[in-house]
């Protein structure tokens, strides 16, 4: 099963300095239907206005990605953590037992960025914060782990979470391809974040998003040159 959701039919949220659009259920908006993909609860797509973001406030047990398109976003949190992640690299913030944290873009541009949400395998971990620069990904036409719970990608650059599931991303050159398998039991959700891909023929446009299950493999095709980022989960 593939099933493409349509970026104009997203959920969405705006403010002076905000422009969201959400894949599931989160904030005010509610649909059912649309509640998560297995351990991913939430994927937000975040427009934040030059000089502005969010105030300090608590999360726990959530393994929070996120993974900047455009511009910078600047983390700082009640464990003294503070740093700056910039386009194309990507933070994570365990929140286990409970943390506190404020995201602000203190750029001259606006921010653009995915804000990701995986339940982590288990309350009460200890919360934590990362992020890290991932260089050499221009179109090489593979899926690199990016952040990662799963026991393949240890020793790998990828950032740690608390659950069996990896945050990959990939750029593919137009008419290029890339294979994933897909696990029994695991389901998948990807967005091409730019240009416009085929998902075992299915098109589907950017920031579209393509909810998989009970599929053994996907074929990703770009039909034209993509930025990709997908969620494996149980």
Known sequence: MIDVR???ALGAMREDWLDSRFHFSFAGYRDPTRMGHGALRVWNDDRIRAQSGFGMHPHRDMEIVTYVRTGAI????????????EAGDVQVMSAGTG???AEYNEEDEDTTLFQIWIVPDAAGHAPRWA????PGREEDGRLVPLASGRSEHEGTDALPIHQDAALYGARLK?????RHAVGPGRRIYLVAAEGAITVNGIPAGARDGIAVEDEDEIVIRATEAAEIVL???P
Not at 74 to 85: Q, V
């Open 174 to 178: 137009a008419g290029d391809s890339l």
């Open 131 to 134: 992020a890290r620069r991932f």
């Open 99 to 101: 943390i506190r944290h």
């Open 6 to 8: 349509p970026f104009g």
């Open 74 to 85: 600047t983390h700082e949190d009640s464990l003294g953590n503070r740093g700056r992640t």
């Open 231 to 233: 969620v494996d989960a």
